[in-house]
């Protein structure tokens, strides 16, 4: 059941998985297992196809709240946003930024500083993989691979959902708070405080 869990898509958050087993029967299938994202059953399908209908105005919902976040947080020093060619279609479901300048205790002070105010980032760049961040040196199911140029772009990146449930003036707030929060910690960075905050903070998978 565990590995049926991983292989369902629940990334690193299985321990909600209310029917599973205990998380301790995780700590290997975990990293030896892939997430295959094997969510469809008949239900979903059901409720999947009238749904398509909507999907191109879906989209730009999803569009109108990921470029509320980008308004919010370009030309930020120290913060960097994805330059998307005009040619491109995509679905803005989550918002991914770099923070390459910060370092490790930077970007573990900007984590700690948006959780205290209520915004919920994801970081790459952790050795153990937290909720959906997984990444190829922890993938136990293939060969280990030597990717320095991913590599340090994972360490900077930075991740958070954008739900339809939330509005275009909340995508807007959340990245003030993000912008101010970063501001921050670059801040904390130069006088040396974001090391010895950043002892404290622990990543969680929520």
């Known amino acids: 059941m565990a590995r049926a869990t991983i292989l369902s898509g629940s990334y690193m958050l299985y321990e909600r998985h209310s029917a599973g087993p205990g998380k301790e029967v ?10 295959c994202s094997g969510r469809m059953d008949n239900l979903r399908a059901a409720i999947l196809r009238p749904q398509l209908d909507a999907l191109d105005e879906n989209r730009e919902r999803w569009n109108a709240r990921y470029r509320a976040m980008e308004e919010a947080l370009r030309n930020l020093p120290g913060i960097k946003v994805p330059e998307r060619p005009p040619e491109e ?9 770099l923070a390459p300048d910060l370092g490790k ?22 050795g153990e993989p937290v909720a959906y961040t997984s990444r190829h040196d922890s993938w136990r199911y293939i060969e280990p691979q030597a990717l320095p140029q991913t590599d340090r772009v994972l360490e900077g990146l930075l991740d958070m959902r954008l739900p ?43």
Do not use: M
């Open 105 to 126: 205790a930077g970007i573990l002070d900007l984590l700690r500083r948006c959780k205290a105010r209520g915004v919920e980032l994801k970081w790459f760049g952790a």
């Open 89 to 97: 279609t995509y679905v803005g479901s989550s918002f991914q930024f």
């Open 26 to 35: 995780f700590s290997d299938i975990r990293l030896d297992t892939p997430n």
């Open 164 to 206: 339809l449930t939330f509005s275009v003036d909340d995508c807007r707030l959340i990245g003030e708070i993000v912008r101010e929060c970063a501001f921050e910690a670059r801040e904390a960075v130069r006088t040396g405080a974001a090391a010895e905050a950043a002892k404290s903070f622990v990543l969680e998978a929520s």
